[in-house]
């Protein structure tokens, strides 16, 4: 496994030939270049030549090169490494719409190459057990997955020496600390909380006129295509997302369940709103872009004009523009990922090992701590606009917007997000930032002085501040490290903590920074939005992945307007719905029913299919196959809805129902 440099010199020396002709002659198979020191090697002298790959995701991983691999000399190959690439500033020729694998590989460890001071040259890194119990919180909060535990990458090399001064020692919490400059005061652009409309409202709004702000007459025209039989109706697709919500609320093995009779099993409610083929029409052609420009989209695919996201772009930006416009967050904001579940072949989908949903879509969330979605992002891979910061730090900055948002806000974000770097950035722009840190970090204090050590007793708080940016450490079941420019080291908070004392387990007053207890407080608004959507959620399985994000964004549509909602009654002094009851009353709304309305009774009497035909028609008007004799009938049971015929000769229903009765006699 050589670069290109390497095997000039290791062919030179062996005297396979000279200089010129190693760079002039020798063929070189080059699949893909990226600008990293662990991306692709180049090797030569093969009948078949292989590309062998050894980052931090695949260990010494060999494959045959495809049938479209070109094919260059060792000048023609360092002259492409070293020039700009022609495809922007991301530097690698990899399909615009696939997750990087190097990106993605740190991300599941918690790293960033840009954030973090590893050195991943050296190979002689150990293997770290990854601990799964969770990281100590002072107020037993949600857990939180990856940023609730402390779970070290597999292989390390050594560290980089720290930017940040190492001659400093930690402080305790006995050494007063203030803040060097006031915090920002909190200016929102709007007052926050619900917006006009529904801001001045004097009444409760119903859930359908709620759940419309975000799925507008705009937003449901995208999704109104030309389909097999009929054209889609505006009211129609609303009876659709009615359907896929009941769904929801009344699970079913299957989707055609609902609408099975004969049946102790029977759902009535369903095919009185839809028929079951139309449905299933609707659910296999729905779209939220045009097919054409689709097809014209993937022609392009390789090209910075190509849009990964060109499926799902006219609903995805309409859904985002109504989350920011119905609604101004308050104070405390939480940045996090979140998985769409889905399987689908499509170079979005990732695998997270250590997530619940492990294969999915993932998405960077902004939320506040009622689990208000504020604005959202798709991961797509590396970005074509790259700072040069790392994915911690543009995936964090791409959902703040000061211009929406105004200045004075505190976001927290965990292990994978914090970063000096990027809290330095958010205070120059106003905003506030607290989250745990990982030590690996670029510009986190690396001294020993007065560090905390196993030993530490429990409630010991160790502290360096540089700036506006305070570190802590602080010793509970085991170490847990807080960076914030929002707080001070030490308040005098106090959090109950079960410890030993005289051969007896007690409850003691254990010393914790603010930090800690503000983090926990206000870190799980993404988690809180991830448990209200999958308690009745849209989502059904699909091969096509866009209509499983296409059922995640009624999720959210949904899950955002019963918040607003609960805003709205707390501020009229109602008593709100309660999750279940919003839903439901939503599903008979959007499906035109009363959700009070009882089952109507039905007798097996046999009724037309088509009723009011007239004149040639009215013996052949809606026939269908019946389903005992298989011959075209025009009745049906009023009940069952079965074709079945009566006639002179032959009467299915009669028999069909005497057959009925007797089995189950």
Same mark, same amino acid.
């Given at each position: 496994?050589?670069?290109?440099?390497?095997?000039?010199?290791?062919?030179?020396?062996?005297?396979?030939?000279?200089?010129?002709?190693?760079?002039?002659?020798?063929?070189?198979?080059?699949?893909?270049?990226?600008?990293?020191?662990?991306?692709?090697?180049?090797?030569?002298?093969?009948?078949?030549?292989?590309?062998?790959?050894?980052?931090?995701?695949?260990?010494?991983?060999?494959?045959?090169?495809?049938?479209?691999?070109?094919?260059?000399?060792?000048?023609?190959?360092?002259?492409?490494?070293?020039?700009?690439?022609?495809?922007?500033?991301?530097?690698?020729?990899?399909?615009?719409?696939?997750?990087?694998?190097?990106?993605?590989?740190?991300?599941?460890?918690?790293?960033?190459?840009?954030?973090?001071?590893?050195?991943?040259?050296?190979?002689?890194?150990?293997?770290?057990?990854?601990?799964?119990?969770?990281?100590?919180?002072?107020?037993?909060?949600?857990?939180?997955?990856?940023?609730?535990?402390?779970?070290?990458?597999?292989?390390?090399?050594?560290?980089?020496?720290?930017?940040?001064?190492?001659?400093?020692?930690?402080?305790?919490?006995?050494?007063?600390?203030?803040?060097?400059?006031?915090?920002?005061?909190?200016?929102?652009?709007?007052?926050?909380?619900?917006?006009?409309?529904?801001?001045?409202?004097?009444?409760?709004?119903?859930?359908?006129?709620?759940?419309?702000?975000?799925?507008?007459?705009?937003?449901?025209?995208?999704?109104?295509?030309?389909?097999?039989?009929?054209?889609?109706?505006?009211?129609?697709?609303?009876?659709?997302?009615?359907?896929?919500?009941?769904?929801?609320?009344?699970?079913?093995?299957?989707?055609?369940?609902?609408?099975?009779?004969?049946?102790?099993?029977?759902?009535?409610?369903?095919?009185?709103?839809?028929?079951?083929?139309?449905?299933?029409?609707?659910?296999?052609?729905?779209?939220?872009?045009?097919?054409?420009?689709?097809?014209?989209?993937?022609?392009?695919?390789?090209?910075?004009?190509?849009?990964?996201?060109?499926?799902?772009?006219?609903?995805?930006?309409?859904?985002?523009?109504?989350?920011?416009?119905?609604?101004?967050?308050?104070?405390?904001?939480?940045?996090?990922?979140?998985?769409?579940?889905?399987?689908?072949?499509?170079?979005?989908?990732?695998?997270?090992?250590?997530?619940?949903?492990?294969?999915?879509?993932?998405?960077?969330?902004?939320?506040?701590?009622?689990?208000?979605?504020?604005?959202?992002?798709?991961?797509?891979?590396?970005?074509?606009?790259?700072?040069?910061?790392?994915?911690?730090?543009?995936?964090?900055?791409?959902?703040?917007?000061?211009?929406?948002?105004?200045?004075?806000?505190?976001?927290?974000?965990?292990?994978?997000?914090?970063?000096?770097?990027?809290?330095?950035?958010?205070?120059?722009?106003?905003?506030?930032?607290?989250?745990?840190?990982?030590?690996?970090?670029?510009?986190?204090?690396?001294?020993?002085?007065?560090?905390?050590?196993? !030993? &530490?007793?429990?409630?010991?708080?160790?502290? #360096?501040? *540089? $700036?506006?940016?305070?570190?802590? %450490?602080? /010793?509970?079941?085991?170490?847990?490290?807080?960076?914030?420019?929002?707080?001070?080291?030490?308040?005098?908070?106090?959090?109950?903590?079960?410890?030993?004392?005289?051969?007896?387990?007690?409850?003691?007053?254990?010393?914790?920074?603010?930090?800690?207890?503000?983090?926990?407080?206000?870190?799980?608004?993404?988690?809180?939005?991830?448990?209200?959507?999958?308690?009745?959620?849209?989502?059904?399985?699909?091969?096509?992945?866009?209509?499983?994000?296409?059922?995640?964004?009624?999720?959210?549509?949904?899950?955002?307007?019963?918040?607003?909602?609960?805003?709205?009654?707390?501020?009229?002094?109602?008593?709100?719905?309660?999750?279940?009851?919003?839903?439901?009353?939503?599903?008979?709304?959007?499906?035109?029913?009363?959700?009070?309305?009882?089952? !109507? &009774?039905?007798?097996?009497?046999?009724?037309? #299919?088509? *009723? $009011?035909?007239?004149?040639?028609? %009215?013996? /052949?008007?809606?026939?269908?196959?019946?389903?005992?004799?298989?011959?075209?009938?025009?009745?049906?049971?009023?009940?069952?809805?079965?074709?079945?015929?009566?006639?002179?000769?032959?009467?299915?229903?009669?028999?069909?129902?005497?057959?009925?009765?007797?089995?189950?006699?």
């Amino acid at each position: 496994m050589f670069t290109v440099l390497q095997l000039c010199q290791i062919y030179f020396k062996q005297g396979k030939c000279n200089e010129e002709q190693i760079w002039s002659h020798t063929p070189v198979c080059l699949i893909q270049y990226v600008q990293h020191s662990q991306g692709f090697f180049v090797l030569t002298g093969l009948t078949k030549p292989k590309i062998s790959v050894r980052d931090k995701k695949y260990h010494n991983a060999s494959f045959q090169i495809s049938l479209h691999t070109k094919y260059f000399t060792l000048r023609e190959a360092l002259d492409l490494i070293t020039a700009p690439s022609e495809y922007g500033a991301s530097g690698h020729l990899s399909d615009p719409d696939s997750a990087d694998s190097e990106d993605e590989a740190d991300f599941v460890e918690g790293t960033d190459p840009c954030q973090d001071n590893v050195d991943n040259v050296e190979e002689e890194g150990t293997e770290v057990s990854c601990s799964t119990e969770a990281a100590p919180t002072p107020e037993g909060s949600r857990g939180r997955g990856r940023s609730r535990l402390t779970c070290p990458p597999a292989k390390r090399g050594k560290r980089s020496r720290s930017l940040s001064g190492d001659a400093a020692a930690w402080m305790s919490e006995k050494d007063p600390d203030s803040l060097p400059h006031p915090l920002p005061n909190f200016c929102p652009k709007r007052k926050p909380g619900v917006q006009l409309p529904f801001s001045e409202c004097v009444d409760r709004p119903s859930p359908s006129e709620l759940f419309k702000i975000y799925f507008d007459h705009a937003a449901i025209k995208t999704l109104c295509k030309k389909f097999t039989w009929t054209d889609l109706t505006e009211a129609e697709l609303y009876h659709y997302i009615g359907i896929t919500l009941y769904m929801g609320v009344l699970k079913l093995p299957k989707m055609r369940d609902f609408w099975r009779v004969n049946s102790i099993f029977h759902v009535q409610y369903p095919s009185e709103v839809m028929t079951r083929d139309r449905f299933l029409t609707i659910t296999w052609n729905i779209h939220m872009s045009d097919p054409a420009e689709d097809t014209l989209n993937d022609r392009k695919k390789g090209t910075t004009d190509y849009d990964c996201l060109h499926r799902l772009r006219p609903l995805y930006d309409s859904l985002r523009v109504a989350c920011k416009a119905a609604y101004q967050p308050q104070q405390n904001l939480s940045v996090d990922e979140r998985m769409v579940s889905t399987k689908a072949r499509v170079a979005l989908n990732q695998y997270i090992k250590s997530k619940p949903t492990k294969w999915g879509i993932k998405l960077f969330v902004l939320s506040d701590n009622p689990g208000y979605t504020v604005d959202f992002n798709i991961y797509t891979g590396r970005s074509t606009l790259v700072t040069g910061k790392g994915l911690s730090f543009d995936a964090v900055m791409a959902l703040i917007n000061k211009n929406y948002l105004g200045t004075g806000y505190h976001i927290y974000c965990d292990n994978f997000y914090t970063s000096p770097a990027l809290f330095h950035h958010l205070h120059d722009l106003g905003f506030g930032a607290c989250g745990i840190f990982q030590d690996t970090r670029v510009g986190v204090p690396k001294t020993k002085l007065n560090a905390l050590t196993k !030993k &530490s007793p429990r409630g010991t708080i160790r502290w #360096i501040r *540089e $700036g506006p940016l305070i570190f802590i %450490k602080w /010793t509970d079941t085991r170490e847990v490290s807080v960076c914030s420019t929002l707080h001070s080291a030490f308040s005098g908070d106090t959090v109950k903590r079960m410890c030993k004392a005289e051969g007896q387990h007690r409850a003691i007053d254990v010393p914790v920074p603010s930090a800690v207890k503000d983090y926990n407080r206000f870190m799980g608004g993404v988690d809180l939005s991830d448990q209200l959507i999958g308690s009745y959620s849209s989502w059904r399985r699909s091969r096509k992945w866009y209509v499983t994000v296409l059922h995640h964004f009624i999720d959210i549509a949904i899950t955002n307007s019963y918040l607003v909602s609960k805003e709205l009654c707390g501020r009229l002094e109602q008593q709100p719905m309660t999750h279940q009851d919003f839903q439901e009353q939503l599903i008979a709304e959007l499906c035109g029913v009363s959700s009070q309305s009882g089952t !109507k &009774s039905y007798q097996h009497i046999p009724v037309a #299919i088509v *009723e $009011g035909a007239s004149g040639q028609n %009215k013996a /052949t008007k809606g026939c269908r196959k019946g389903r005992l004799c298989g011959k075209c009938t025009p009745f049906k049971c009023e009940a069952c809805k079965l074709a079945l015929c009566v006639i002179v000769d032959r009467n299915c229903h009669r028999a069909y129902y005497t057959s009925t009765t007797a089995a189950e006699g």
